[in-house]
């Protein structure tokens, strides 16, 4: 069991399902309240990750964002190296990946507030910052939740583009699904069925809990 | 609806087709092989490339491949141990060879600084095979113990999956040197985008390319045959073509070739 390989990974996907958080919440209000008329060329665009191989981003933030290209180098000269083969660069290609499995989740459960309430809201003088903050949020939890486990753990599984990108650094860029590739192509099938093990459960357990906050509470409680 | 049936079943008309697991070191050199071979006899011969220790992995674990391309003349030996290889097919084709490469761009001058190129403070990030799994990346390990300097660029070295993502890493531009095969370096796709300097065979254990047919392969003759090709003037010529020849001393020691 590689634990070092184990928390590099939780970081990463802690570190990507809260910035998500961030990113994911104005895209998903804008594409709830938007009228635009090619609103769903956005939608399309943000749901891209869900069918796109792994390798066309890998390849993406390879070449695209490799020294070679303007973008590269621009962030070669801010950041004194490549995104290639660094932390970094797993996270953004990990926020990309797992957009959709945050901003999907959002966007669902704020357009499931009730309009009245939203015109209540607003007939008692709040703004629509105000009116989000105080109405829209708090009902949206359950959303909030699934799109940050979701999130959380698509990233955890994710293989395709760390393969690609992520030249296998120990302590940086070698996640747990990596590792466990790495154990089965070296035959050490004990190790890789600790790890593989350990990623099921806490798989699951991540569904669980998604599964558990969406849940309709009179299946549990039948006579509220 | 016959034609396709016939379509989606494809390979019924090519009886004689067989499917070959090979080094990623041979990426370059054996569709060439295979076309001309194809040319000659009719017959075809689909590729799977990969480490070898991967492919060795898999053969083990059933995969249907008829003749094994080994980088490492290790892994065939276990295979043929483990009752999975003919011992009578080996056949040992080439040396392989380790080189230090470097995009045209790059401001070192490999005859002079040699492995040493590696500690100039301009290489950030160096790119091998992943030694655990493949030949190239062992010998390039041992390459830089043997010259002493791996403790001080460890934690520069990025590892690709297999040879060729070492010299994909490298030749994108996204690391500044990489100790790849000989084979890639004088494969068209990188021939004229850099340059490379030539590790001498002392440094590391001698890469054995070697071949072998497969115990669970249907078509012993047709693998027997390709691998027969492969002392054909023609075939030979080709191989030499991409550095793999049977003379390890060809490109002499620390010799810049290019």
């Known amino acids: 069991m590689n634990w070092e390989a184990f928390w590099l990974t939780v970081r990463l996907a802690g570190i990507v399902s809260t910035l998500l958080i961030a990113i994911g919440i104005p895209i998903a209000y804008w594409l709830t309240y938007s009228r635009w008329r090619w609103k769903f060329l956005i939608e399309a665009a943000v749901a891209l990750p869900i069918v796109l191989p792994p390798t066309v981003l890998g390849f993406y933030v390879l070449v695209a964002l490799g020294s070679r290209s303007p973008l590269g180098r621009w962030w070669e000269s801010i950041t004194g190296h490549t995104l290639a083969f660094t932390f970094e660069g797993l996270a953004i290609g990990s926020l990309v990946y797992s957009l959709p499995f945050a901003v999907q989740p959002f966007a669902a459960s704020f357009g499931a507030v009730d309009a009245a309430l939203l015109r209540a809201s607003a007939s008692l003088g709040h703004s629509p910052v105000q009116t989000f903050r105080r109405i829209v949020l708090p009902l949206s939890k359950a959303g909030l939740v699934t799109g940050f486990a979701l999130s959380f753990a698509h990233t955890l599984g994710e293989f395709g583009v760390v393969l690609m990108v992520g030249g296998n650094i120990p302590g940086v860029t070698r996640t747990i699904s990596i590792d466990i590739y790495d154990q089965v192509q070296t035959a050490n099938y004990s190790s890789a069925n600790q790890t593989a093990l350990l990623l099921l459960l806490i798989s699951f357990l991540v569904l669980s809990m998604v599964y558990g906050v969406n849940r309709h509470p009179w299946v549990v409680v039948p006579w509220r | ?258």
Do not use: C
């Not at chain 2, 030996?77 to 230090?100: D, M, P």
């Not at chain 2, 999956?161 to 494969?187: D, K, P, R, T």
């Open chain 2, 1 to 258: 609806m016959l034609a396709l049936i016939f379509l989606l079943t494809g390979t019924f008309a090519t009886a004689q087709e067989i499917t070959v697991a090979a080094a990623a070191d041979m990426s370059a050199a054996l569709p060439e092989l295979v076309a001309a071979y194809t040319k000659k006899t009719g017959h075809a011969v689909k590729l799977s490339f990969g480490a070898s220790g991967n492919l060795t992995n898999q053969i083990r674990n059933g995969a249907p491949f008829d003749l094994f391309f080994s980088a490492d003349e290790e892994y065939p030996q276990q295979l043929i141990a483990e009752g999975l290889a003919s011992k009578e097919t080996l056949y040992r084709y080439a040396v392989g060879r380790l080189v230090l490469w470097v995009p045209s761009d790059s401001p070192l001058d490999l005859s002079k600084l040699g492995m040493n190129a590696l500690l100039d403070p301009s290489v950030k990030k160096i790119s091998i095979a992943n030694p655990a799994t493949a030949p190239y990346g062992r010998a390039a390990a041992a390459a830089l113990r043997h010259f002493g300097i791996y403790d001080e660029v460890s934690s520069r070295l990025v590892v690709g999956e297999n040879v060729s993502q070492a010299a994909q890493f490298v030749e994108s531009g996204n690391v500044q040197a990489g100790l790849i095969a000989l084979s890639h370096a004088l494969a068209p796709a990188m021939k004229e985008k850099g340059r490379y300097w030539t590790v001498p065979l002392d440094a590391y254990p001698t890469l054995n390319q070697a071949a072998v047919v497969l115990a669970k392969s249907k078509q012993q003759d047709a693998a027997r045959k390709f691998l027969e090709f492969l002392r054909d003037p023609e075939a030979t010529a080709l191989l030499t073509q991409y550095g793999f020849s049977l003379s390890a001393e060809k490109h002499s020691s620390g010799e810049r070739v290019k």
